[in-house]
């Protein structure tokens, strides 16, 4: 970049935090990294800004790299590069850089021709920089939410992918994280009142609340203000809806209807041809019955499928945070939402490359119906056969 001898300022816009680092004959001399949550809003990027500016002082170039594109603030990844770029332009004064990974440093002006390099290629950069000092080495980079993992061989960045979707299907990007990563993300059980438990899938709490408790939590890694008894308390919520599951199942409150029941709710559809018909049910260790059925038009496939959970809080709880009014995720990839289907809560999900869909709705608080289609042209045929079923009929059921 042709910055040696130069005071240089470098930035790296999160979802979550806010990083800086100043640079001076070229030795890094102080970092900071502040909150900076982007689901509250740009307000909180721009405060952190001007508290990173007051204690970095002013530089002859400033070098900026991002993921925060991929927050919820932005409708999309390009608009999320465009306006963090904006934004950097406002927020900072002399030579403006970013760093488009394999493209190098390129102009702010150019940002909305180079999305797709920009884009998350904040592990590039620590790659490549590594790449200059080691020939060969295995760079993991782990952070709040996920963990880079980069091969360098001669002297080059070896990664297969470079896109997020490239790299999280080579597994060069793992989401797993210090900080942010969930619970139930992280381990399958726990060790809880002597003896060892499966986790809820709920997002009760997260790795930093772990740490927290445990008092491994680095100083500076999670900038939320929180105690280690606000974090027990969050793992205390996890774990007592779970005990509720359990005590469901000890009282035996409710069982599953016969399975052969679920089967006959599932419906034949014009235009698609049905198949594979088929059910199963469990008494022990927990209340369930499920029937399940596919359907075929050309090259489309969808696995329609109804689960009674009996009411009990194990099966219920993994769907249950995508219930809450209002949810909402998208990308230029597609989206996942909450929604009303056939007039039950429930929430579906598009991926526009894959063209995979999902729908689920719950009924009578009790019943899950889903379907997944493959290779279909769009959500809608997925959410026509997922309402379909008869829900009247299947909520009637005991």
């Not at 934004?87 to 999305?115: C, E, H, K, M, N």
């Not at 990664?159 to 619970?183: I, M, N």
Request: hydrophobic share 45%.
């Amino acid at each position: 970049m042709g910055a040696s001898r130069m005071n240089v300022i470098g930035w790296d816009i999160g979802g979550v935090h806010l990083k800086a680092a100043r640079i001076e004959d070229d030795r890094v001399v102080d970092a900071v990294q502040l909150a900076a949550p982007l689901r509250a809003g740009l307000e909180p990027l721009i405060r952190a800004f001007g508290e990173a500016k007051a204690r970095m002082g002013r530089a002859d170039c400033h070098a900026v790299t991002m993921t925060a594109e991929l927050a919820d603030t932005f409708a999309s990844r390009t608009e999320g590069v465009e306006r963090i770029a904006e934004l950097a332009a406002r927020a900072l004064s002399g030579r403006i850089t970013l760093y488009a990974g394999r493209a190098g440093f390129i102009p702010l002006d150019a940002a909305s021709r180079q999305v797709s390099d920009i884009a998350s290629a904040n592990w590039h950069a620590s790659a490549a920089l590594i790449a200059r000092r080691r020939t060969n080495a295995l760079v993991i980079d782990m952070g709040s939410t996920t963990t880079d993992i980069v091969p360098v061989a001669d002297g080059q960045i070896a990664a297969r992918g470079y896109s997020d979707a490239e790299r999280l299907a080579a597994g060069e990007l793992v989401y797993t994280g210090l900080v942010r990563g969930f619970v139930m993300a992280t381990a399958a059980r726990a060790p809880f009142a002597g003896g060892w438990t499966p986790l809820v899938n709920e997002n009760f709490a997260n790795m930093a609340d772990v740490h927290r408790i445990l008092g491994t939590l680095p100083e500076g890694a999670d900038q939320m203000a929180k105690s280690a008894q606000d974090s027990s308390n969050q793992m205390a919520q996890g774990l007592q809806q779970m005990a509720q599951g359990f005590q469901q199942m000890a009282q035996g409150a409710t069982r599953a209807v016969d399975y052969e029941q679920l089967k006959a709710l599932l419906p034949d559809v014009d235009g698609w041809t049905r198949s594979d018909t088929k059910g199963e049910q469990l008494s022990m260790p927990v209340s369930y019955s499920r029937g399940e059925t596919r359907y075929q038009k050309d090259a489309s496939r969808i696995e329609l499928e109804i689960v009674d959970s009996a009411m009990n809080q194990l099966l219920l709880a993994p769907v249950s945070m995508f219930l809450s009014s209002g949810y909402s995720e998208r990308s230029d990839d597609g989206f996942k939402r909450a929604s009303k289907i056939g007039g039950m809560p429930g929430m579906e999900e598009w991926n526009t490359n894959s063209k995979h869909a999902e729908v689920t709705a719950v009924v009578a608080n009790r019943f899950i119906v889903s379907a997944k289609g493959n290779d279909v042209a769009s959500l809608d045929p997925v959410r026509k056969i997922v309402e379909s079923v008869n829900f009247s009929k299947l909520a009637a059921l005991k």
